[in-house]
């Protein structure tokens, strides 16, 4: 059995290397075409055509023929009026082959849902999609209702294409098959490449009459579709745009792109919003719930209701209110707060079967109405909550209900609906009212439910997960309704203000305008989305350029110095903070940094008068001592630097083991080797790497050991001593 089970395993793994070969191949001549290698394309897809495809080897054939002749006429000068419109031809004939190339290829060797639905429905041949339509127009019973849904999804999702008899029947079905039907679209179009089926989502998206949930799934669907073919979507850049105008006449596809793009960049901030949730916030919670029962408050969740200051006093202390209002804030902004709560509940039978993840919430479902009928509480409680969450999300609330025992439903049930009239008046003020708000919350819900499907599924891992990147801006055809300078901003925003650096970073170049901006702000957030990233030469230059605007901007010289520091620059540093200084005198730690600067540049003289400026400013100066005393046995004044070394040795319980070094460097230097190699066999015993670490440091202060001119015998022998000594 053991046996069995390896050779299984061992044949899965082949099996999705196999397709992993194949997809990276489909790639390749993607990129081909889309770069207009035709040649080169045409070799790829011959390779990868396998001996039961030789069928295809012809066609290949007879439009290279076409291709060479194309050239022929080229290369002779003759004028062909046609040329253009041929090449998109070959271009799209060529993606179509490859497809159907690599789509034979998995079929005969790749494992997963898709291919297996797929080759079941081949073995037993498709269902008439628009039969199937029909009879559940004409259904009565809803289970019988149920699994048509789930025929017609799983029609969609696995069909080559779409016909025009079919798209009509789709266009005229009820709401909650279109909703579904949607998404299987959208899942088909994510499997395959398919004009038909983007028309049909762009087509409907242009209805009049379309739903905010409606029209978020297939805008989203859409996005997806052109965001995964860049090159077919420039192929059929007439269909699509000609779609995208009429869309744009009935309604703002521009807000609308905007909208679905942050709201795509918070689904995808998801994961770290719940780790850090129930890391840390929750868990702090529950550490403090015995210290809030001391002031009778032992439901956390009543505490917004609550003014008692003492209580009030004891948070604060505690910083767990800051960490409410951070909850909150999140849960204002639009942040995914419930997936943490949700993302456990998706364990029942009911989830296994893929189509449900997508389906839009219906009481009447023949898996909820049972657990709902004869209970009114929990339907005005759904009612109550429902809008707040994804469709996913509320099948999970009520089928939690079949794992609590039949005994202990009632009392569940009776504790939440004590609170059930003032969650109905949080959630009426929540309820949005206007075209805009109605489509960003369906976006928001609608995301929630792809993001669950992508993160928790149980097959999940047969998925490409499409939110591993972003929606670009400049997405071929729909980035133009992306390319407004307001739209732009609030992207890069929103990226800056989540620390998404380098994404915000992309956006601040493009919205600066080159050389010629202005908008000292924008340059800044800029310089430091680059400084953020470790890209210090460029933070500089866009720092700079806000400097030149804004010449006394503290807070930019407080970066350029940083950034010259990294950049090995330390005297331009120091020009900044001796700047900086000379408007802030009352400010020393200025000439701690100014002279910290000055230590970098070899500046050893006018780095003490810095240091001894800052030491005589303040009462307690012994954030200076350290570097006086390494300025001092740098300078040769090993007498003043003893002195310092034995303040530090005294007055400082925070020694490491680099005080000790450096006090027994001083100490070599003024011929005391006994008194030095003391200081040494005890640094190494604060040195966290023992002897090991200790020597190495000593090794790299050797420069600084011959230059106080020590004899280089005594330099080589004291490693010697300090090995050979036992800690």
Request: one cysteine or more; charged letters at 25%; a negative charge.
């Amino acid at each position: 059995m053991q046996a069995d089970i390896s050779i299984f395993a061992s044949d899965r793994k082949e099996k999705k290397q196999g397709v992993s070969i194949v997809n990276h191949q489909l790639q390749q001549i993607y990129q081909a075409v889309g770069d207009g290698l035709l040649s080169e394309a045409f070799d790829h897809v011959r390779a990868s055509a396998t001996p039961q495809q030789s069928y295809l080897l012809t066609r290949i054939d007879e439009l290279e023929g076409v291709y060479r002749q194309l050239l022929s006429y080229f290369a002779r000068g003759v004028k062909d009026e046609k040329q253009a419109e041929m090449l998109i031809y070959l271009r799209r004939q060529l993606m179509d082959i490859a497809a159907e190339v690599q789509l034979g290829s998995m079929i005969g060797q790749g494992a997963g849902l898709f291919l297996d639905r797929l080759r079941y429905r081949r073995s037993i041949g498709f269902e008439n999609l628009t039969n199937l339509l029909a009879q559940a127009a004409e259904s009565t019973g809803r289970k019988q209702y149920d699994e048509l849904v789930r025929l017609i999804f799983d029609s969609l999702w696995t069909a080559d294409t779409l016909t025009e008899e079919e798209a009509a029947a789709l266009s005229q079905a009820d709401e909650y098959i279109r909703l579904a039907a949607a998404s299987a679209v959208t899942m088909g179009l994510l499997q395959r490449w398919d004009i038909r089926k983007l028309c049909f989502l762009l087509e409907e998206l242009a209805r009049t009459n379309a739903s905010a949930d409606y029209r978020a799934r297939l805008l989203i669907g859409a996005v997806l579709a052109i965001r995964t073919y860049p090159h077919h979507a420039r192929l059929y850049s007439e269909e699509i745009g000609s779609r995208l105008e009429a869309i744009h006449e009935q309604m703002p596809l521009d807000s609308a792109l905007e909208t679905l793009t942050i709201r795509f960049l918070f689904a995808r901030e998801t994961e770290s919003i719940t780790r850090h949730l129930q890391d840390e916030l929750f868990v702090d919670m529950q550490k403090m719930a015995p210290d809030l029962r001391k002031f009778g408050m032992g439901d956390i969740d009543s505490i917004q209701e609550t003014a008692n200051p003492e209580w009030m006093d004891e948070l604060e202390k505690s910083g767990l209110g800051s960490k409410i209002r951070e909850f909150s804030e999140l849960q204002l902004e639009g942040a995914d707060v419930m997936h943490s709560s949700f993302m456990n509940l998706k364990g029942s039978s009911f989830f296994r079967d893929m189509h449900n993840w997508f389906l839009p919430f219906d009481a009447e479902h023949s898996r909820i109405a049972p657990l709902l009928e004869g209970n009114a509480l929990m339907k005005q409680l759904l009612e109550t909550i429902g809008p707040q969450l994804c469709n996913s999300d509320r099948y999970s609330f009520i089928l939690s209900v079949e794992s609590i025992p039949s005994a202990l439903r009632g009392s569940a049930m009776g504790a939440m609906g004590g609170e059930l009239e003032a969650m109905k008046e949080q959630m009426r003020a929540d309820v949005p009212t206007g075209d805009a708000d109605k489509l960003d919350a369906a976006i928001k819900g609608y995301l929630q439910d792809l993001y669950r499907f992508y993160k928790v599924y149980e097959r999940k891992n047969e998925f490409d997960d499409i939110f591993c990147t972003t929606i670009s801006p400049d997405l071929p055809l729909i980035g133009r309704y992306m390319q407004k300078r307001e739209t732009l901003l609030h992207i890069a925003e929103f990226l800056f203000r989540r620390k998404h650096y380098e994404e915000a970073a992309n956006l601040y170049a493009e919205l600066t305008d080159g050389k010629g901006s202005t908008d000292t702000t924008l340059l800044q957030k800029w310089g430091f989305s680059l400084q953020q990233q470790g890209r210090y030469e460029e933070a500089l230059a866009a720092y700079t350029r806000a400097e030149l605007i804004d010449t006394e901007n503290e807070w930019l010289l407080r970066r350029m110095a940083h950034c010259y520091r990294l950049l090995h620059r330390p005297a331009e540093a120091a020009d900044i903070f001796t700047q900086l200084f000379e408007c802030h005198p009352d400010e020393a730690a200025l000439l701690l940094q100014k002279g910290n600067a000055l230590v970098e540049d070899g500046q050893y003289n006018e780095a003490l008068k810095s240091f001894f400026q800052y030491e005589f400013s303040v009462e307690d100066a012994a954030k200076a001592r350290r570097p006086i005393a390494w300025c001092l046995f740098l300078t040769g004044q090993y007498e003043r630097a003893c002195d310092y070394y034995g303040m530090i040795l005294d007055s400082d319980s925070n020694l490491t083991f680099t005080d000790r070094l450096n006090a027994g460097h001083t100490a070599l230097a003024m011929g005391r080797i006994a008194e030095a190699i003391d200081h040494y066999q005890i640094g190494q015993k604060l040195t966290p790497g023992g002897k090991t670490e200790f020597l190495a440091a000593y090794t790299a202060d050797m420069p600084a050991l011959l230059a106080a001119h020590v004899d280089e015998t005594t330099i080589r022998l004291i490693p010697e001593v300090l090995r050979l000594h036992p800690l």
